[in-house]
């Protein structure tokens, strides 16, 4: 719960004084004796008092006055509410390191599936497309409703050699271009950075965002901080998901020997994909099994599915206000036969 005129609640002081006034008044009460001859007569000289039912007349009026004062500071809550369209493009490693089986069945096979339980669990409003990428980018599919289109995409994607996760970036920026999701860079470069929600800065298009899983250091193209560089520009945070365990090792020819092959270690490079999500403003995740990189792409989707609303709830406090001044006359007509 959040206020958006916060400076009324300065008001609560005033309840407060009330509340004091009225307790100091209720102990400096006079207490008088009365003797009469005859002790049945103090029903009518002396009728029985009302006791602590005063005090929630007065417990009800306070509550009355403390729910006015905090309906006039503009009481909101935040509140998660589906969004009504967003882009999204998946961006999948698949250098030779993929290959690896340090993750059943195989990283490139556990994030197939993840992917596609992503395109089944995202929002209706969610256009999605698809980037793959080895030694150069691919764009699958450019962001689209269709999600045959995409999941057929994501079912032939095949491995090669090199990791150029600078050129999937700044591939998977054109790909939104394509559609409008983001603005087209300007002619010098030298245009401000974008708010990292996938907008151009004064313009009112849909959040685009893109999801990078890798698992290597970048091995060729453009460095990752060119990429990073553009993405800022164009306002689209990319989030990255390094995925697998450091004593992952691949099978390839051996380079030096025809027909020899060689065991490689592709540890994953966490460094490097953090920092991506920094400094795009997206976010980062470690993902180390099947189930965690299913958990993973289900908390991306999700956020991207919402956004965060603040909702007024005046009408909550006002309501209380009205109750417990409704409440209070009753007591006080039904106990002192007055309102109070």
Do not use: N
């Amino acid at each position: 719960m959040t206020f958006t005129d916060p400076v009324r609640l300065w008001l609560l002081v005033a309840v407060g004084a009330v509340l004091v006034a009225y307790l100091v008044v209720a102990r400096r009460r006079p207490r008088y004796a009365l003797r009469v001859s005859d002790t049945s007569l103090y029903d009518t000289v002396a009728p029985r008092r009302p006791g602590w039912r005063r005090h929630l007349v007065a417990a009800g009026f306070v509550a009355a006055l403390a729910s006015m004062v905090l309906a006039v500071a503009g009481p909101a809550a935040t509140e998660e509410v589906p969004r009504e369209r967003a882009t999204v493009v998946l961006t999948i490693d698949t250098s030779l390191s993929m290959g690896a089986t340090d993750v059943d069945p195989s990283r490139i096979e556990a994030a197939k599936a993840a992917a596609l339980a992503f395109l089944d669990d995202a929002p209706p409003s969610v256009q999605v497309g698809l980037v793959s990428f080895d030694g150069t980018p691919v764009v699958r599919v450019t962001p689209t409703d269709d999600r045959r289109a995409v999941a057929d995409a994501i079912e032939s994607l095949r491995l090669g050699e090199g990791t150029a996760t600078g050129e999937a970036i700044i591939a998977s920026l054109d790909a939104l271009r394509t559609v409008g999701a983001v603005a087209e860079p300007s002619a010098d470069g030298t245009a401000p950075d974008g708010p990292a929600d996938g907008t151009a800065p004064g313009d009112d298009k849909p959040p685009a965002v893109i999801v990078l899983l890798s698992d290597g250091t970048p091995t060729m193209g453009r460095p990752v901080d060119v990429a990073v560089a553009a993405a800022r520009q164009a306002g689209v945070p990319v989030s990255t998901v390094a995925f697998g365990t450091p004593d992952g090792t691949v099978v390839i020819p051996d380079p030096d020997i025809p027909g020899r092959e060689v065991t490689v270690p592709v540890p994953i490079d966490e460094p490097t994909l953090e920092h991506i999500a920094d400094e795009t403003g997206g976010e980062f995740f470690t993902a180390s099994s099947s189930e965690e990189l299913a958990a993973v792409y289900d908390d991306i989707g999700t956020t991207i599915g919402v956004e965060t609303v603040l909702r007024d709830r005046t009408d909550w406090f006002v309501g209380a206000a009205l109750v417990a001044a409704l409440l209070t006359a009753v007591g006080s007509l039904a106990w002192f036969e007055r309102l109070p």
